[in-house]
C-alpha cells in the first residue's frame, strides 16, 4: 500500500488536493492500493471561519489531533509520500516507514528568511516556515516540480538524513485538457452572456495574491486598448476593490468568472485571445500547460520557472515589462504568428501528461523501498 498525507481539506488549497487526488487515482490505474490520508475538520467545525480563533481550531486539528493517525499507519504501508512539502513536518511521527515529499515550492519558506517572494510572514509564521524547513532536512528524499524549486531546495535545505536523493519530477495536467472545436467551447460558456463570440479576450487565471500580478495584467490591457478592442477575463477569485478601481479608472471591459471547474475554463482557453500570465513568482505554473494543451497561445514571464515549463512555446516578458506584455499581446493578432505559437503550444504540452508523471513517482517509490 502507498500512503499519501494530503492537505486540510478547510484549508482549500485547491491545487494540492488536485494533486494528491491526481496521484491517488494515477497510481490506483496502475494497479496499487493507495489510500490519501490527511487531517480532519473537527475543531474548525465548532468555530465561524471569519472568527479570529479558527486559525488556532485548524492548528489544533493539524498539529494536535492528526499525528495520532500517524503513529498507526496500516503495516501494509510500504512507502509515505508526503504530497506538499509545508506537510514535511509530520515526519517525526511516521514511523519505520520508507518516506518522501514533493516540493512544490519554497516560497513561504524563502520569506520568512526574509528573502523577497511576495510571501511576507508573520513572527508565527516564521516559526511555521522554520520548522517546515528542517523537518525537510530530515527527509532524504525530495521531488521537486521544476528545476526552479530543485536549485531552492539545493540551496536551503541542507539534509541531514544519509540517504539524499534530489529529482525533478515536473507536475502533469490534472485535467484531460485539450484543444476543442470551437462551436463546442462556446456552448460550454453560454451561460456567461458578457463573453461575446465577436469580442476577443484576454485570459487571466489565479488568485489576487501579489505575485500573481493581475495589477500588471490590468496595466498591460490598458496599453493593449490603445490600439485594440479586447476586454479582461479573470478566472479564480473575486477582484479585490482596487483592482476593480483601477480598471474602472482606465474604462476597461472585465469579466469575473469565480472558481470556474475545469470544464468551463478548458472552454475559455479555447476561444480566448491568449493567456498573458505575468506571475513573479511560482513553483511551476499550472495555467501555461493548461492552456497551451487546449490550443491557446500564451504570454508569461521570463523568470524561473515560467520559461522552465512554457518552454519556446510562448511569448516572454520580463514580469515587470508592462509595455512588453502588451507589445506581444498585440503581435498575436498576426494570424501566422497565432497559429504558430498555437501549434508550438500542442507540443510543449504533450511533455506534461499524467502517465508520464506517475511512472516516474512509481520508479522512485521503487527505489525508496531498495534503499530504505
Not at 512539502?85 to 519558506?109: E, F, G
Request: glycine share 4%.
Amino acid at each position: 500500500m502507498i500512503c499519501l498525507i494530503g492537505n486540510y481539506p478547510p484549508d482549500r488549497q485547491q491545487s494540492m488536493l488536485r494533486f494528491a487526488t491526481q496521484l491517488r487515482d494515477g497510481l490506483s490505474a496502475e494497479g496499487h492500493e493507495v489510500e490519501i490520508r490527511a487531517p480532519r475538520a473537527y475543531a474548525t467545525r465548532l468555530i465561524p471561519r471569519r472568527s479570529t480563533l479558527w486559525k488556532w481550531a485548524a492548528y489544533f486539528d493539524k498539529l494536535i489531533l492528526f499525528p495520532f493517525r500517524l503513529l498507526n499507519l496500516n503495516r501494509q504501508v510500504r512507502v509515505v509520500h508526503i504530497c506538499d512539502h509545508s506537510n514535511s513536518i509530520y515526519q517525526r511521527w511516521i514511523r519505520a516507514k520508507p518516506t518522501m515529499v514533493t516540493c512544490h515550492d519554497l516560497l513561504a519558506v524563502r520569506g520568512g528568511l526574509g528573502e523577497e517572494t511576495d510571501c511576507p510572514a508573520t513572527a508565527a509564521g516564521r516559526l511555521l516556515q522554520k520548522w517546515i524547513l528542517h523537518s525537510l532536512s530530515k527527509i532524504g528524499w525530495i521531488a521537486c516540480v521544476s528545476e526552479a524549486t530543485a536549485e531552492d531546495v539545493r540551496r536551503l535545505v541542507k539534509p541531514t538524513s544519509e540517504n539524499r536523493r534530489r529529482v525533478v519530477i515536473e507536475n502533469s495536467l490534472n485535467y484531460p485538457y485539450q484543444e476543442i472545436p470551437v462551436n463546442d467551447a462556446w456552448q460550454r460558456l453560454a451561460h456567461l452572456p458578457r463573453l461575446q463570440r465577436d469580442q476577443p479576450f484576454v485570459l487571466h487565471v489565479g488568485s489576487s495574491l501579489r505575485r500573481k500580478n493581475r495589477e500588471g495584467f490590468v496595466r498591460a490591457m490598458t496599453m493593449v486598448k490603445q490600439e485594440s478592442r479586447m476586454s479582461l477575463v479573470f478566472a479564480g477569485e473575486p477582484l479585490p476593490a482596487a483592482l476593480c478601481q483601477l480598471c474602472r479608472r482606465a474604462n476597461l471591459d472585465v469579466v469575473e468568472i469565480i472558481s470556474p471547474g475545469s470544464y468551463v475554463l478548458e472552454a475559455l482557453y479555447r476561444v480566448a485571445h491568449a493567456l498573458l500570465y505575468p506571475s513573479r513568482f511560482e513553483g511551476f505554473g499550472w495555467p501555461v500547460i493548461e492552456a497551451q494543451a487546449c490550443g491557446c497561445p500564451v504570454v508569461c514571464s521570463r523568470e524561473a520557472p515560467m520559461a522552465e515549463t512554457a518552454g519556446p512555446a510562448a511569448l516572454h516578458c520580463a514580469s515587470s515589462d508592462e509595455t512588453c506584455f502588451a507589445r506581444q499581446i498585440l503581435a498575436l493578432c498576426d494570424a501566422e504568428l497565432r497559429e504558430q505559437q498555437r501549434r508550438l503550444g500542442l507540443e510543449n504540452a504533450t511533455r506534461y501528461q499524467p502517465k508520464v508523471m506517475i511512472a516516474r513517482y512509481l520508479e522512485l517509490y521503487r527505489e525508496l523501498e531498495r534503499t530504505a
